[in-house]
């Protein structure tokens, strides 16, 4: 086996040895003023995709002799294509001409290769870095939340969730630069453990991707991709530097990041740091939703040859003194829960062969090793008094904490091959495996007072300390092999996706006791008199496949329809599998045993563009069986619920987003979803469904420097809602937003935003809202100021 290896490595050595290639080196400039154009997509016959620095620069390595096309687009300006012909190194001036509407015109990676987001088939939305640095969000959920079909799921003022098309939380698949983040979902935390600053774009498939993605894609999946360094035809040294603040919460935010690099190698290293008080509302302060996080995360890729290099990157994050306002019906209202710290950690290495063949253009190996570790502090506040009888005394007894803590370490391994069959097909092919181990306790820590009921006179105190398993320790591993074939039928009209994917799982857990252990005035005690076995060893097996096709159809350059049809799956977690609470009234237990759930679904698009005008929308259909709900049942003669599979689910709906340019520096804008969930095996509605809701806004240029952005936001009323769900009622609410040029000073692009969101301070809440007790409104009046350097 070794032998092999060592021989394939030496053939992809030889064949990079082969041949003489060239470099293109560029610069993109706005065609109207000269001044350099950052963040464009330059694609090099389909094949070479690089991106324009803030100096406007690319360059594209180790390009075999011939005649390429060159695609730069932006969503800025319109798109350019030249042919060029490549005998030598080769310098290259390009110049855009601005677009006053924003097009939709970006490259992607969704589809595990680089490809323009109109040739999707599939309904798609991204944000970029621009956004980020110039609005005042918090979180990766608020930065996302205007997109259509996408709703915010809050639990306070840092954690948050997203939910799309109705699905959410285990229903999406959410990935750091293609590696997944696996932990518990039913507290928010996932798309909280990430640095905003050190992001580059965000992209999002709405709709089934398992065959792309895997377990869990059942309602789309979530990619960030972080900011890179990047090979340049010489020694450069750049950074960025963000700053803002928020009234509502006087969050003060900053981050840095440095770039550096040369023909050879590359380097980023991005640090942040943010503090919040409380959030406040319209009603009043929304106490405990304070936060601090930091991070820091770096990246090197080096060329070990000329079509070959390495990449590693690092992510470390922090949070501490996360109050948790809402998030759990099992929290009582006077109890105070929070994270006293909260850490991600992320270690990826990749390696890249490129243009091993004509038609073999790429192989990559990777893997990575991500560390959650999850910590919750409940202080419930919780005394009970119990009389004595029979000649013992009366006991009182508080409930001084109970927390509940775990590690999540996720290890994982992928490997995909890029193919150019002939111009008009493209096929990827890859296998990957994850592995997410869990080892977690919750330590309840009380006081119980025996107490003199003729005198009131406290007679005795033990302090207790009950160690349990929530879970077993356990682990759930997934492989998984897929291939995906573009085919361009009739070039520029008529293309076809077809892909498929096979996985299997596997998942084991130890032997669990409960309680484990306790402690009373410090002296262990092993076996507790009420220690009993509550899960055995125990292993699982899942099968499962998962395909997809996907048509797209142009008949002129203005309409472009598009079809995807998908089956998808979703394992159960390790949660839903193995947890053991007991409420006390109600003990809520896991199944082993559980079957994938399975998705069907159909997405049906139309695209229509020009000069003045863009739309998209799309109607779908995602049909659920095998769904993992809860069911009433008996466990040691006490009432219980108990996950199984019973449940069948339909959820369907529409989209539609427009731009259009009334003037010359007049953009108006807006969008609007809607979703509907029905629980058929219960003949009822799903929970956590956003009502019908919109966005409608206007940009415009009053002054040639500074940008206007008024928005109003709308949600209708709420009504049809699950058992034991509240109703919503409608609301609508203002955000304005300001942003200037950048200016040049010093070498250094300067750029100021600021703005007020909720500008009427409106009291409204967020049907998605978990917030518990009486919090029942979301943020109020928030006034915010920023400002973006770039140097070079």
Not at 27 to 50: G, P, R
């Amino acid at each position: 086996m070794k032998k092999n290896l060592f021989s394939l490595f030496f053939v992809l050595l030889a064949t990079s040895l082969v041949g003489k290639n060239f470099s293109i080196t560029g610069t993109i400039y706005n065609a109207n003023n000269n001044f350099a154009v950052a963040d464009a997509n330059v694609l090099l016959s389909e094949k070479y995709f690089s991106t324009s620095n803030e100096s406007g620069k690319f360059i594209f390595n180790n390009v075999a002799k011939g005649e390429y096309l060159l695609k730069v687009t932006h969503i800025n300006y319109r798109e350019k294509s030249i042919t060029i012909k490549i005998e030598s190194d080769t310098l290259l001036s390009i110049y855009l001409l601005p677009d006053h509407i924003e097009l939709e015109n970006i490259t992607v990676t969704s589809s595990k290769y680089e490809k323009n987001i109109n040739d999707l088939s599939y309904s798609a939305s991204f944000i970029t870095k621009t956004k980020i640095e110039k609005e005042p969000h918090t979180t990766l959920a608020e930065l996302l939340q205007y997109e259509p079909g996408l709703s915010i799921i809050r639990e306070g003022g840092w954690g948050t969730e997203l939910s799309i098309r109705g699905l959410n939380r285990s229903n999406i698949v959410t990935l750091v630069d293609g590696n997944r983040i696996e932990t518990a979902t039913d507290l928010s935390a996932r798309l909280s453990l990430l640095d905003l600053n050190d992001i580059e774009r965000v992209e999002l498939i709405k709709g089934a991707a398992s065959s792309l993605y895997g377990s869990g894609a059942t309602g789309g999946i979530i990619n960030i991709i972080s900011k890179s360094g990047y090979y340049g035809d010489q020694f450069y040294f750049s950074g960025n530097f963000n700053s803002g603040f928020n009234s509502v919460n006087n969050n003060f935010s900053n981050g840095i990041t440095l770039f550096s690099g040369n023909e050879y190698w590359y380097g980023k290293i991005t640090t942040s740091y943010r503090k919040a008080g409380n959030t406040m509302a319209p009603s009043g302060e929304i106490k405990n939703s304070q936060f601090t996080d930091y991070s820091l995360n770096a990246s090197v890729g080096v060329k070990t040859f000329s079509d070959q290099e390495i990449k590693f990157d690092f992510q470390q994050f922090k949070a501490l003194d996360v109050g948790i306002p809402g998030g759990s019906a099992l929290f009582t209202d006077q109890s105070v829960v929070r994270y006293p710290q909260e850490i991600r950690k992320m270690l990826s290495v990749e390696y890249k062969f490129n243009d091993l063949t004509s038609s073999f253009n790429k192989l990559s190996i990777k893997y990575f090793h991500q560390y959650i570790f999850r910590d919750v502090e409940n202080i419930p506040g919780i005394v009970q008094n119990i009389a004595g009888s029979s000649g013992q005394p009366s006991k009182r007894v508080s409930v001084l904490s109970i927390k509940p803590s775990a590690d999540h370490i996720i290890n994982g391994f992928q490997s995909q091959a890029n193919f150019t069959i002939n111009k008009n097909n493209y096929l990827i092919a890859g296998l990957d495996f994850w592995r997410r181990n869990y080892s977690g306790e919750r330590i309840k820590n009380q006081t119980i007072e025996m107490i003199d009921p003729s005198t009131g006179f406290i007679l005795s105190t033990i302090n207790k300390s009950i160690y349990e398993k929530p879970l077993p320790d356990a682990e759930f591993n997934s492989a998984g092999i897929y291939a995906q074939d573009d085919i361009q039928i009739i070039n520029n009209k008529l293309s076809l996706s077809i892909g498929s994917r096979y996985d299997y799982i596997w998942i084991s857990n130890e032997e669990t006791f409960n309680p484990v252990y306790e402690t009373n005035n410090g002296v262990i005690n092993n076996k507790p008199g009420n220690q009993s076995l509550i899960w055995a060893q125990n292993k699982a097996k899942n099968n499962s496949y998962a395909y997809n096709l996907g048509v797209l159809y142009s008949p002129n350059n203005l309409i472009t329809f598009t079809l995807n049809g998908a089956h998808s799956f979703r394992s159960p977690s390790l949660e839903e599998r193995f947890q053991y609470i007991d409420l006390g009234s109600v003990v809520k237990l896991g199944n082993a045993q559980l079957k994938p759930e399975v998705g069907n679904f159909i997405d049906l698009g139309l695209r229509l563009q020009n000069e003045k005008l863009i739309i998209t929308s799309s109607i779908f259909f995602n049909s659920l069986t095998n769904l993992v709900t809860d069911e009433p049942s008996e466990y040691e003669n006490r009432y219980a619920l108990v996950k199984t599979n019973v449940g069948k689910a339909e959820l369907f709906g529409f989209e539609t987003a427009l731009k259009y340019q009334v003037f010359k520096n007049y953009l108006l804008y807006g969008n609007v979803s809607y979703v509907r969930g029905k629980d058929i095996h219960n003949n009822s509605d799903l929970p956590q469904i956003s009502p019908f809701n919109g966005i409608l806004g206007i940009k415009t240029k009053i002054i040639n420097w500074m940008e206007i952005d008024f928005t109003s936001v709308l949600f209708d009323s709420q009504n049809k809602v699950a058992d034991g769900e509240i109703t919503t009622p409608g609301y609508v609410y203002f955000n304005l937003y300001c942003n200037t040029e950048k200016v040049n000073l010093a070498n250094t692009l300067i750029r100021f935003s600021f703005g007020v969101e909720n500008l009427l301070n409106k009291e409204y809440r967020n049907h998605l809202s978990t917030s518990r007790g009486l919090i029942r409104s979301e943020a109020g009046r928030n006034i915010y100021v920023k400002i973006n350097l770039t140097w070079q």
